[in-house]
């Protein structure tokens, strides 16, 4: 171990916080063992032997887009065959298909869509809510947020106060991509920027509403624009706190203006979710999305600092239009051997850590 890796070791073991050079130190590392034992430690140090999963159902309400992002296989135009929107009806019933199997989430997020106003978002949102109190809405990204902001003329805490009313519980962490506005214009120029994105998050949290954060990497940004992005984030926790879990998401790139790219190595995916794990000290979770990460990645994801692994997530949309080649939904029983099998406790969860059952 070299003198750099021992003095960030010091830190992580003495609880003193990981400076942006360190960050950028561990990235050119390529010592993923002493990376991920000290991730490991500081997952075990946060929520020992645990590692998370709850049962929720994705609902995509729409995939006409008016932001069109670069990295995106999933927005398309009105007159595309492949459009569709749901009426709330729609929308209602793939939800309560779900709810058999025992879900304690509805976790719904949506493209831009050109002409459908605010309140049928509000409806949505209520109906389910009305017939599944007890089922969390964890429900639009903050570019969603903004965009019902700009098509209701309400303010973003306005936007929020009303979706809490009806029945939002949580927001999700889309749409941070990569909180640089000079990328955002390269990528996504027609959707929230940066300061919009943690505006949202900032009001929700001072609103009591929990929120998750992610960033979506392996496109065109540098390794000091993700270590840039956890700092952000980091920041942003410090003075209005109310992130639960921080995502990282590893750009798919089939079916997207951005083809030409490859997708992230294995050895990327993991190390992004180790160093997350020790810049993010003050974000409790780390979840291996295995929907984009696969499930062997996601399980050894366990020993490099995740302590989650999101759900069931029937019927996932966006991730499977840009080429995931996952599963579009895993059972309960899957994922309880999955983590038993890497030597950790199964822990179903609900959206909001409250822990259901251990296994
Ligand atoms: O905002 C879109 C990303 C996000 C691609 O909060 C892509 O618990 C990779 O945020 N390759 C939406 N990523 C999904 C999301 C999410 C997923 C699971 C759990 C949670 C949570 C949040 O997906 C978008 C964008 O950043 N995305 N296209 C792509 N081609």
Redesign the pocket.
């Known amino acids: 171990m070299d003198k750099h890796m021992k003095e960030i070791e010091e830190k992580v073991h003495n609880n003193i916080r990981l400076s942006k050079d360190d960050g950028i130190y561990l990235y050119n590392s390529s010592d993923l063992i002493a990376i991920g034992e000290l991730a490991r430690y500081k997952k075990l140090e946060m929520s020992g032997q645990h590692i998370f999963f709850n049962v929720n159902q994705h609902i995509n309400l729409t995939n006409i887009c008016v932001s069109r992002c670069k990295?995106?296989?999933?927005g398309i135009d009105h007159d595309d065959k492949d459009s569709y929107l749901m009426s709330p009806q729609e929308a209602f019933d793939y939800g309560a298909k779900a709810v058999d199997y025992g879900i304690t989430e509805f976790h719904i997020?949506s493209a831009l869509h050109p002409d459908m106003p605010f309140e049928y978002y509000v409806v949505v949102v209520r109906d389910l809510h009305e017939a599944y109190p007890h089922i969390h809405i964890q429900a639009f990204?903050a570019v969603e947020i903004c965009y019902f902001s700009q098509i209701s003329g309400l303010s973003i805490r306005e936007v929020l106060q009303v979706l809490k009313d009806v029945g939002l519980g949580s927001l999700?962490?889309?749409?941070?991509?990569i909180l640089k506005d000079d990328l955002r214009r390269q990528l996504c120029p027609n959707k929230a920027m940066s300061q919009d994105w943690l505006e949202v998050h900032r009001t929700a949290h001072q609103l009591g509403i929990k929120t998750?954060c992610?960033m979506?990497f392996g496109h065109v940004e540098s390794i000091e624009d993700r270590i840039d992005h956890f700092i952000t984030l980091r920041n942003l926790q410090d003075s209005d706190p109310g992130f639960q879990?921080f995502?990282p998401?590893?750009?798919?790139?089939e079916n997207?203006p951005l083809n030409h790219l490859k997708r992230t190595s294995a050895i990327d995916d993991i190390k992004t979710l180790a160093i997350s794990r020790l810049m993010l000290d003050n974000i409790d979770h780390i979840?291996a999305?295995w929907v984009?990460l696969g499930i062997d990645i996601a399980q050894i994801s366990f020993n490099f600092g995740a302590d989650d692994i999101?759900g069931t997530v029937f019927e996932e949309k966006?991730?499977h239009a840009?080429g995931a080649r996952t599963q579009t939904a895993i059972s309960k029983e899957d994922i309880i051997r999955l983590i038993k099998e890497a030597g950790y406790i199964p822990t179903e969860r609900d959206t909001i850590y409250n822990i259901l059952k251990e296994f």
């Open positions: 990295f995106c296989a999933f997020v990204t999700p962490g889309g749409g941070a991509e998750n992610t979506l879990a995502i998401l590893p750009f798919l790139p997207t979840k999305f984009m999101d966006i991730m840009a």
